[in-house]
Antibody, heavy 125, light 106 residues
Framework: QVQLQESGPGLVKPSETLSLTCTVSGGSISSYYWSWIRQPPGKGLEWIGYIYYSGSTNYNPSLKSRVTISVDTSKNQFSLKLSSVTAADTAVYYC???????????????????WGQGTLVTVSS | SYELTQPLSVSVALGQTARITCGGNNIGSKNVHWYQQKPGQAPVLVIYRDSNRPSGIPERFSGSNSGNTATLTISRAQAGDEADYYCQVWDSSTYVFGTGTKVTVL
C-alpha cells in the first residue's frame, strides 16, 4: 500500500523560499502524476501543481510564477519550492498521487488517492 | 479558469439523507470526484468518476452528475459522517477543487 510523507521546515520567514519533500513508500514513483495541495487554516483546498515521474510539470496559474516542483526517482521523492512567501502562504501542505493514468495514454485519471498526512508551514518572522 | 461552487453548510438529522451539490458550467461533461475531510486529517476519496466508490467506502455514499450540478448523497447519515466535503474535477490539465461543504449531523 503506497504511503506518502511530507517533510520540511514548519516555519519560514517572509520573502524566503518554502521547501518541502514528499517521500513515497510502498510503491514506485514511476508512471504516476504527483501533486502538491495546500489548505490555509480554516479554508478550502487549493491545488498547487503536479509533476509526472518523467519530469513534466503543470502549475496553478495563480501560483505559477513562484512554484517549482521537481522529482528524484532514485530516492522515490518529489519536492516543492515556493518562493517569496508571505503570511498568505501559511497552510497545511499535502502531497498526493493521482490514481493512475488513462489506459493507453499518459493522461492522468484526474483524482487523488492516496494523500499524505499533511504538514503545517507557518510564514512568520 | 473553471470554478466549482458548493453550499457552505448542510445539516442532516441522524439517519436521514444529506445531499451536497457542486455547481459548475456544464459539469455533467466532466468526471467529478468527492473527498471527505475530518478535522485534523487529510482528505479521503469517497466517490470517483461521478458515482464510483473506492473499496472501504460504505454504500451509503453515492454520487450523480448531470447538467450544471453534481451531487454527493449520504444516506442514513451517521455521526461519523460529520465532516467537510469537497468536489473536484480535472479541467484544462489542472485539478480544480470546489469551495467545500461542512456537513453537520443533528
Amino acid at each position: 500500500q503506497v504511503q506518502l510523507q511530507e517533510s520540511g521546515p514548519g516555519l519560514v520567514k517572509p520573502s524566503e523560499t518554502l521547501s518541502l519533500t514528499c517521500t513515497v513508500s510502498g510503491g514506485s514513483i514511476s508512471s504516476y502524476y504527483w501533486s502538491w495541495i495546500r489548505q490555509p487554516p480554516g479554508k478550502g483546498l487549493e491545488w498547487i501543481g503536479y509533476i509526472y515521474y518523467s519530469g513534466s510539470t503543470n502549475y496553478n496559474p495563480s501560483l505559477k510564477s513562484r512554484v517549482t516542483i521537481s522529482v528524484d526517482t532514485s530516492k522515490n521523492q518529489f519536492s516543492l519550492k515556493l518562493s517569496s512567501v508571505t503570511a498568505a502562504d501559511t497552510a497545511v501542505y499535502y502531497c498526493a498521487r493521482d490514481s493512475g493514468t488513462i489506459r493507453g495514454t499518459a493522461a492522468p485519471r484526474g483524482w487523488f488517492d492516496p494523500w499524505g498526512q499533511g504538514t503545517l508551514v507557518t510564514v512568520s518572522s | 479558469s473553471y470554478e466549482l461552487t458548493q453550499p457552505l453548510s448542510v445539516s442532516v438529522a441522524l439517519g436521514q439523507t444529506a445531499r451536497i451539490t457542486c455547481g459548475g458550467n456544464n459539469i455533467g461533461s466532466k468526471n467529478v470526484h468527492w473527498y471527505q475531510q475530518k478535522p485534523g486529517q487529510a482528505p479521503v476519496l469517497v466517490i470517483y468518476r461521478d458515482s464510483n466508490r473506492p473499496s472501504g467506502i460504505p454504500e451509503r455514499f453515492s454520487g450523480s452528475n448531470s447538467g450544471n450540478t453534481a451531487t454527493l448523497t449520504i444516506s442514513r447519515a451517521q455521526a461519523g459522517d460529520e465532516a467537510d466535503y469537497y468536489c473536484q474535477v480535472w479541467d484544462s490539465s489542472t485539478y480544480v477543487f470546489g469551495t467545500g461543504t461542512k456537513v453537520t449531523v443533528l
